[in-house]
């Protein structure tokens, strides 16, 4: 049993449960905050 209960997906770059992670359509595992980051930096993933 997860001792996360949550309905959010978890970000692959900070592995944070949170509800932005899939709003970024490039990056659809990341949350917006990594999302910048990855983007600023032009990592593929
Ligand atoms: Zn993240």
């Not at 049993?1 to 899939?22: I, L, N, P």
């Not at 990056?27 to 917006?32: E, G």
């Amino acid at each position: 049993m997860s001792a996360v209960a949550t309905d959010h997906k978890r970000c692959e770059r900070c592995w944070r449960y949170t509800g932005d992670v899939g709003q970024n359509a490039r990056y659809d595992d990341l949350c917006t905050r990594c999302y910048e980051v990855v983007d600023s930096l032009g990592f593929p993933l």
